[in-house]
Nanobody
């Protein structure tokens, strides 16, 4: 059974940092591009960042460029999202996803269950 499990969410003050991790079971993450998405209350789920299979290329939505960094840890079969300079607008449930292509955020093959990030102002 394939599972993507996110961790690292929580409550943080504006300007603070969090590091999200996505660990897979039943799936080798290096076979997929990976992405992070988020869904704020009352809003649609939106793309945040993605990374290709080799880890050599990344893509970010403009709102998080320069603040968020996506990375891969192949030995741990994990994908991470380092989030710095957090703002209240970053409050959302964050989901990781396995993608067919890191440039196609609609090519999701598997979703994680999500982790809550709350940024207090």
């Amino acid at each position: 059974q394939v599972q993507l499990v996110e961790s690292g969410g929580g409550l943080v003050q504006a300007g603070g940092s969090l590091r999200l991790s996505c660990t897979a079971s039943g799936l080798t993450l290096s076979n997929y591009a990976m992405g992070w998405f988020r869904q704020a209350p009352g809003k649609e789920r939106e793309f945040v960042a993605s990374i290709n299979r080799s880890g050599s290329s990344t893509y970010y939505v403009d709102l998080v460029k320069g603040r968020f960094t996506i990375s891969r840890a192949y030995v741990q079969n994990t994908v991470n999202l380092q989030m710095n300079s957090l703002k209240s607008d970053d409050t959302a449930v964050y989901y990781c996803a396995a993608l067919r292509s890191y440039t196609d955020y609609e090519s999701v093959v598997y979703w994680g269950q999500g982790t809550q990030v709350t940024v207090s102002s």
